[in-house]
């Protein structure tokens, strides 16, 4: 049977392995956060796979405004009839976007992937495979083998090399993992940090 994991849960695994953006979970508009503006606030919810497509991803300037979009969240929930567990505040991260997933193939087992991120991701489709586990010198061929070399540049690639040859590890770590999707993964010159993360199980 497959089960998959809300959003604050499988970040909450995956920062055992790799930096996550830092955040704080809050169940009310009364709670205060320590977190820097600009941030992002994302409502958690096993209905809720990918807050972005559901409208449950917003960006709050100022204490004000994140206590409208937790009104807005919240009014939307009921609307849709979704229970929300409570709202991830993530601080905002500078840095070039990527797209990292496993997915478990009948034929070759865990493969994992490496892709552009970004709003456009889907329609560009610059993606990359390969099997698990691997290298880090594995790692480094498959960013080479994306299409879009210029968002290698200026950044610390081997942070990225790093985080790909770790997590192409985790499904001998993570029991009965069937898909991960790290969307996105921002790198800059200092480090690859993961602003989102969804587990599957089976």
Known sequence: MT??????????????????AKHQMITSKNETTKLKFPLFAKGI???IPHAK????????????????????????????????????????????????????????????????????????KDVSFRLCPMSKLEAKKMAQDLKNQALLKGINTD??????????????????LKELDINPIFVNEKDAIVVDALIVLE
């Open 3 to 20: 089960k998959v994991l809300n959003k604050f849960d499988s970040e909450k695994i995956i920062s055992k392995y790799l930096p996550i």
């Open 45 to 47: 919810a096993k209905e």
């Open 53 to 124: 497509r559901a409208g449950f991803l917003k960006k709050a300037g100022t204490d004000k405004e994140l206590k409208a979009i937790i009104l807005e969240m919240d009014k939307n929930a009921k609307k849709k009839k979704i229970k929300l567990d409570g709202i991830l505040l993530q601080e905002q991260i500078q840095g070039n976007e990527f797209i990292i997933g496993i997915k478990k193939d009948f034929t070759f087992g865990h493969v994992i992937m490496l892709g552009i991120g970004g709003s456009h991701a889907e329609e560009i």
């Open 159 to 176: 942070k990225l090399y790093s985080a790909l040859e770790k997590i192409s590890k985790l499904p001998s770590t993570i029991k009965n």
